[in-house]
């Protein structure tokens, strides 16, 4: 029996735990408070109060998020299993984030911290008219995020680990990614990355080079988060520079699909047809049904077909939560 075979759980999330709180909003609202329109910008709790504020005659949800918790939903809801790493405060949003994440089938269990080290992170999501989300993100306390909450024993249990980028942005999140990174290759788990969102990119591109070609089995970005980080435009030139670099890489290309490089060999995998009100979640959604395909059997471009689906189907619902399990639609979406 080989490692992989030998163990139980599917993936090991590490990420920014985060209660997301969405709203639909007007074009105006985006433009007038100076927002990075299509992407996600940090700030403090008092500038999100005030968005929030001029929010409350608007109807908003919430849900417990943050990329990489995302992505562990999309794994549970394609029939797969998963551990998840976040960090929460001693707060009723830590405490929704638990149970909402242990009732989607996601195992959470990671200390929170009391209430006077901070608060539990939280992003408003905007949603305009045209499906594109402006992310306005709270870190709060999962910031503190360290290597002594990465739970070894459960991360050797697991096929793969997997870790977003955005926890890039503070020095104890980062270390937890890098541990989990080192355990994982002691472990015999396979690294999958994710550089999240093009700012990281901007700001971190020594980083993520140095992560890909050292610890990473598989990378996940999008099509332009490809040519940033590899400096061309031409986004069959920047799949040949990223396989170079790594097993697998899937690169998300919109509503054309994704192109798969394994072993440096290039091939676009189509996506569905979708009519698309709400982005939340699609790269994450792709991100979860890669994952699972990987980790149950699928190859590379069976498991990127799975993810076009999940993707597919998330951009059609408001939020980044699917109401129910897909499992019983894999057989018939990959032909197996």
């Known amino acids: 029996m080989t490692a992989e075979h030998s163990k139980s759980v599917d993936v090991f999330g590490v990420g920014n735990a985060m209660v997301d709180i969405l709203a639909l909003v007007e074009d ?4 007038e408070h100076d927002l990075n329109r299509g ?4 700030m403090d709790s008092e500038k999100q109060g005030r ?5 409350k005659h608007h109807s908003l949800e919430l849900s417990s998020g943050g990329s990489a918790a995302n992505t562990m939903i999309a794994i549970a809801q394609s029939g797969g299993k998963g551990f998840y790493s976040g960090k929460v405060s001693r707060d009723t949003n830590g405490e929704f984030y638990r149970q909402d994440l242990l009732e989607a089938g996601i195992h959470f269990d990671v200390h929170p911290t009391d209430e006077d080290h901070g608060t539990t992170g939280t992003c408003l999501v905007l949603t305009t008219p045209d499906a594109e989300r402006t992310m306005c993100t709270h870190l709060g306390v999962s910031t503190t995020l360290d290597p002594t909450d ?3 024993e459960k991360l050797a249990r697991c096929k793969y680990s997997y870790v977003e980028g955005y926890l890039w942005d503070a020095p104890g999140p980062k270390k937890a990614s890098i541990e989990t990174m080192e355990q994982s290759k002691r472990h015999d788990v396979k690294v999958a990355f994710t550089f999240s969102d093009l700012f990281l990119v901007s700001r971190f591109s020594d980083d993520f080079h140095k992560l890909v070609t050292k610890y990473c ?10 040519r940033h980080f590899c400096e ?4 069959e030139d920047c799949a040949s520079k990223i396989g170079a670099m790594v097993d697998t890489a899937f690169i998300t290309d919109g509503a054309d699909g994704a192109l798969v490089v394994q072993d440096k060999e290039i091939v676009r995998v189509p996506g569905f047809p979708a009519k698309a009100v709400d982005t939340v979640g699609a790269g994450d959604y792709f991100a979860g049904g890669v994952l699972y395909g990987l980790t149950n059997g699928l190859n590379a471009q069976q498991s990127a077909r799975w993810g076009n689906y999940m993707a597919s189907c998330i ?3 408001h939020g980044a939560r699917l109401d129910k399990s ?3 639609k894999v057989a018939e979406i990959v032909g197996k």
């Open 315 to 317: 951009v059609q619902v």
């Open 51 to 55: 968005l929030l504020q001029e929010l």
């Open 39 to 42: 992407s996600m910008t940090l």
């Open 150 to 152: 990465i739970d070894v």
């Open 28 to 31: 105006d609202f985006v433009r």
């Open 232 to 235: 061309t435009e031409v986004l």
């Open 326 to 328: 897909r499992a019983d």
């Open 217 to 226: 089995d598989v990378v996940f970005c999008n099509a332009d988060e490809a």
